[in-house]
């Protein structure tokens, strides 16, 4: 009996030790199958994560951030204790025992799905295993994914430290709100840096792991409060947190971003603008676009706040000035539907989804309203973060529309949603009513630079970022018109013509394949043999097309490739009044080597790029110091900085062109609208019936331009509009402030040359001595004299029985006529080909 019991227990236990052997096996078997085919665990040693590119004012402040996966990455022993421990605590409390998987925790989750026939199915995943899956394998949930899982977080802890692998979980683990890491969440969630979040709010951002979705702080609040409450009495229960700690923890309301109880990070930041975008791409094009979203760039952007704040408010000033005077109401083209209009709670939440621009400050800001009553004499408002109570109260008068044609009920209607914004006294900025504001259908741009080293200090792309994204300032394709005049003197001058040079301004035909082209003056008029300085300040056509056809337009383009206006220019006659498409930020670049003497700058919107290493891989400036590392280097004695930028035209040319196109500021095309209190010089530009209107000048430091036409070319202002009246005041305004920062003095006098006193409208040489309106000192090259009696044609010949001045106006049949207004005004004859170039005006 006993050998058959002991049989009976011997056959069991061979039983069992077989079986366990075959499990064994069969585990073993299962776990070498599925270890066959994984990724290498190894990519983890160089891991790189996504990272948000951010840029940096001059001022060393953050202005906007880009990201794919809004990351901030923290390295192990930036991530404070109490944050480690949190995490720990929620989801793997044996972290630093076991060997990448937690076998009880494994079978307790078997066991749970036995029992519940799989409908309970418990992840059991520890913290190396979570990073397996997050950084090799699928979220799906299958034995086999959990198996790989397994010998994937094995491998894992063999072949890091438990630190490293709780790195990068911490910076890898999705947290909710599109933040990925524990840094990046802090921010999300409380707008601080980890170092300044106490336990429960350490806590809070270790429950969201488990759904992030399910514990909103605001929608999810009880839920969370529950998870979060957990996790701390886990962290208490680990010693994590004493018992003062805790209780004062547990007792937190929880307190968030979402919910109102800190600012967002994001509204601390700048509105983004055509600046930042424009940086956006040209670095996406260099670096590549994936690259630059994640790969935690630092980039320093050139941009000076206070100058991109008053170039955007020059722009404005002049957009709205010509829209308002239009008289014409369009509004933002959204209304709200007509049941939220007598609920405040609704119609306050469907005006704060409208789709309308909040980035416009002209005065005041422009807020977003919508429109709950119109009367004869004034109407009612919903104002966005204006109360009912509010002693500003919510109607507009209607002394504020009288720009506008009609009244109340001709342009506005109950839903409307529009702009508005405060209108204040001068004297003491008390609020006096609410006035109604509109997106201008007009567009432009402004731009602003150094000239000495190319850093964009300014650029507004159009009226609003928000409203239109299009960057007129480096993406819209123009017609500089008359601007481009400058370049075709330029090759004038370095060809041997001076400032005292006779050019014919008379008519002048040219047969093309589309018929007989007769460009004109703006004025109409001729004026005969003129110095090309009176050509160049009065913006003359003619004159410009003969001195074109002299030089030869091969060499004008060559020129305009030179100073980088274009890539390659047609050499034909009307581009020499420019026709052919630019943009502002390549004419303003231009223009800066104008102003410099003669110097290649390459403009640029960043002064420098560092990698997520704080390795520099872009610096603009790369002039050479050639002391800056001399210890005995005198006390207060600057390095002396060497420059060596690349002449892209003489010097003397440089500054013969400046001179004339400081007569253009002075008694030219933009006298009476430019008037600074530094030496300043530009050109206007008008292209045929005021399609574009340009305005470009500088300083001895700044070079700004400005242009202004409608998107989808049109005349404007019945092509009445002109560079100077309409650009030139935005770069008054503009430069006025700028002069004080920056400052100005006169432009340098290279040497080799001498200065010649001659009669700015005949050429003639003058006394030494003499003065008057009409005379000029031109500087000339030593050796080079004005030749006298010369004037050039072009090869165009002028006839003796040319029509000069007033007689001109009779013979092209102009006529006047008095106009809306009551004003008195000359137009020319109907128009034709002959008469309608695509060249500039003036």
């Known amino acids: 009996m006993i050998r058959f019991v002991l049989a009976i227990f011997g056959g069991i236990f061979t039983f069992l030790t077989l079986a366990l052997a075959v499990i064994a096996l069969s585990i073993g078997a299962i776990f070498w199958i599925y270890g066959q085919d994984l990724p290498s665990h190894d990519a983890l040693q160089s891991y790189r994560p996504e990272m948000i590119s951010r840029i940096y004012s001059s001022e060393g402040r953050i202005i906007d951030e880009f990201a794919r996966e809004r990351r901030l990455y923290a390295p192990a022993d930036e991530i404070p204790e109490l944050v480690k421990h949190a995490f720990i605590s929620a989801e793997d409390k044996n972290f630093y025992t076991h060997a990448g998987y937690d076998v009880r925790g494994i079978g307790a989750a078997v066991v749970e799905a036995v029992r519940t026939r799989g409908q309970t199915l418990r992840g059991a995943s520890t913290i190396p295993q979570q990073v397996a899956k997050n950084m090799f394998l699928s979220g799906d949930r299958k034995i086999e994914r959990k198996v790989k899982e397994v010998i994937l977080a094995s491998r894992l802890v063999d072949s890091m430290s438990k630190d490293k692998i709780l790195e990068i979980y911490l910076n890898e683990i999705f947290l909710g709100q599109n933040s990925y890491g524990v840094a990046a969440a802090a921010q999300t969630y409380f707008n601080k840096p980890l170092d300044q979040i106490d336990a429960a709010e350490a806590a809070i951002l270790a429950s969201m792991p488990k759904a992030p979705s399910d514990y909103h702080p605001v929608?999810?609040?009880?839920?969370?409060?529950?998870?979060?409450?957990?996790?701390?009495?886990?962290?208490?229960?680990?010693?994590?947190?004493?018992?003062?700690?805790?209780?004062?923890?547990?007792?937190?309301?929880?307190?968030?971003?979402?919910?109102?109880?800190?600012?967002?990070?994001?509204?601390?930041?700048?509105?983004?603008?055509?600046?930042?975008?424009?940086?956006?791409?040209?670095?996406?094009?260099?670096?590549?676009?994936?690259?630059?979203?994640?790969?935690?760039?630092?980039?320093?952007?050139t941009i000076d706040p206070e100058m991109q704040a008053l170039a955007a408010t020059a722009l404005r000033h002049r957009l709205e000035w010509f829209d308002r005077n239009l008289g014409s109401w369009r509004g933002t083209g959204v209304t709200l539907p007509a049941e939220t209009l007598d609920d405040e709670t609704a119609w306050r939440e469907a005006l704060r989804s409208a789709p309308v621009p909040r980035d416009i400050t002209l005065e005041h800001k422009w807020v977003p309203a919508v429109v709950l009553g119109v009367a004869d004499q004034s109407l009612t408002l919903g104002i966005e973060g204006v109360t009912s109570d509010d002693v500003r109260g919510n109607s507009v008068p209607r002394a504020d529309i009288q720009w506008l044609r009609g009244d109340f009920h001709d342009n506005f209607t109950k839903g409307d949603v529009i702009l508005v914004r405060e209108v204040t006294g001068d004297s003491d900025g008390a609020f006096l009513n609410w006035s109604v504001r509109q997106v201008p259908e007009v567009e432009g741009a402004f731009m602003a630079m150094d000239v000495n080293n190319g850093r964009v200090i300014a650029m507004q792309g159009g009226f609003s970022y928000q409203h239109s994204v299009f960057n007129r300032a480096t993406q819209a394709q123009r017609q500089p018109g008359s601007s481009f005049k400058p370049f075709v003197y330029a090759s004038a001058l370095d060809s041997g013509y001076t400032p005292a040079t006779i050019v014919v301004d008379a008519p002048i035909e040219i047969d093309t394949p589309d018929g007989v082209w007769r460009p004109k003056n703006s004025s109409n008029k001729y004026y005969g043999p003129t110095p090309l300085r009176t050509g160049i300040e009065q913006s003359r056509n003619l004159m410009t097309i003969r001195l074109a056809r002299e030089v030869g337009m091969d060499v004008v383009a060559e020129y305009a490739e030179r100073f980088g206006v274009y890539d390659d220019m047609g050499p034909y006659l009307a581009n020499a009044l420019g026709s052919e498409e630019t943009t502002l930020f390549k004419m303003v670049s231009a223009y800066a080597m104008f102003a410099n003497g003669g110097e290649r700058v390459e403009p640029t919107l960043v002064d420098r790029v560092q990698d997520r290493n704080g390795r520099t891989v872009y610096r603009h400036d790369d002039r050479i110091c050639a002391d800056c590392y001399d210890g005995n280097l005198p006390r207060g004695e600057s390095p002396i900085i060497v420059s060596n930028r690349q002449r892209v035209m003489n010097a003397i040319t440089a500054y013969q062109l400046t001179s004339m196109m400081q007569g253009v500021v002075q008694r030219g095309t933009a006298s009476g609208v430019v008037n600074l209190p530094v030496p300043t010089a530009g050109k206007t530009g008008t292209t045929n019936d005021a399609r574009d209107a340009w305005f470009v000048g500088f300083t001895s430091n700044i070079v700004a331009g400005c242009y202004i036409g409608y998107d989808n070319p049109r005349p404007m202002m019945g092509g009445r509009g002109y560079g100077g009246t309409l650009c030139g005041p935005a770069f008054q305004e503009f430069m006025t402030q700028a002069v004080k920062k920056f400052g100005g003095g006169d432009f340098d006098l290279p040497p080799g040359g001498h200065f010649i006193k001659i009669d700015r409208f005949t050429g003639a040489r003058l006394p030494d001595d003499a003065s008057g309106a009409n005379v000029v000192a031109e500087y000339f090259r030593d050796g080079e004299e004005p030749i006298?009696?010369?004037?050039?044609?072009?090869?165009?010949?002028?006839?003796?029985?040319?029509?000069?001045?007033?007689?001109?106006?009779?013979?092209?049949?102009?006529?006047?006529?008095?106009?809306?207004?009551?004003?008195?005004?000359?137009?020319?004859?109907?128009?034709?080909?002959?008469?309608?170039?695509?060249?500039?005006?003036?």
């Open 219 to 301: 929608r999810e609040y009880d839920r969370l409060l529950e998870r979060r409450n957990y996790v701390l009495q886990e962290m208490h229960q680990n010693g994590y947190l004493s018992d003062d700690e805790y209780n004062v923890a547990f007792a937190e309301p929880i307190r968030s971003v979402q919910g109102g109880d800190f600012p967002a990070f994001r509204q601390t930041l700048p509105p983004r603008d055509y600046f930042t975008d424009e940086i956006r791409r040209q670095l996406s094009h260099d670096f590549g676009e994936e690259e630059f979203f994640t790969g935690g760039y630092a980039i320093r952007a």
């Open 788 to 842: 006298f009696g010369v004037s050039f044609d072009g090869g165009f010949a002028m006839g003796s029985n040319l029509p000069l001045y007033e007689e001109a106006a009779q013979a092209q049949g102009q006529t006047q006529v008095t106009t809306s207004t009551g004003e008195t005004t000359t137009i020319g004859p109907r128009a034709d080909f002959g008469t309608l170039s695509s060249g500039g005006l003036y």
